[in-house]
């Protein structure tokens, strides 16, 4: 099966940066597209931001020029340094890929298991 491991999730006051970390493990032939979402209590999951395997990037406008996402792919690992933070991106933050487990075979997309990031003074 595939794994997806989150890390760098905590606390941080308003203005300030955090890095979350996601890697993929398991048994896995490729990954493509790997990507981050969040939930806010009471709020439907939204997307942050993605990245395919060649460098495309998609955001949401909410954090459009203060997120950066970014992929390793050697270790099929995706990064989303997260700068001048603000109370309203207090949620859990999930790591997401699409993954090929054989050659020649169709992509599945697995979920991590959200890592909580909360921004407050």
């Known amino acids: 099966q595939v794994q997806l491991v989150e890390s760098g999730g905590g ?4 203005g300030g ?13 490729s990954v493509n ?3 981050w ?3 806010a209590p009471g709020k439907e999951r939204e997307l942050v931001a993605t990245s395919t395997s060649v460098g495309s990037t998609n955001y949401a406008d909410s954090v459009k020029g203060r997120f950066t996402i970014s992929r390793e792919n050697g270790k099929n690992t995706v990064y989303l340094q997260m700068n001048s933070l603000k109370p309203e ?3 859990v933050y999930y790591c997401n890929a699409d ?14 298991q ?7 003074s």
Do not use: K
Request: net charge positive; charged share 15%.
């Open 11 to 14: 606390l941080v006051q308003p």
């Open 17 to 29: 940066s955090l890095r979350l970390s996601c890697a993929a493990s398991g048994s896995i032939f």
């Open 33 to 35: 597209a790997m990507g």
């Open 37 to 39: 979402y969040r939930q």
């Open 89 to 91: 991106d207090t949620a």
């Open 99 to 112: 993954v090929r487990r054989l050659p020649y075979q169709y992509d599945r997309t697995y979920w991590g």
């Open 114 to 120: 959200g890592t909580q990031v909360t921004v407050s």
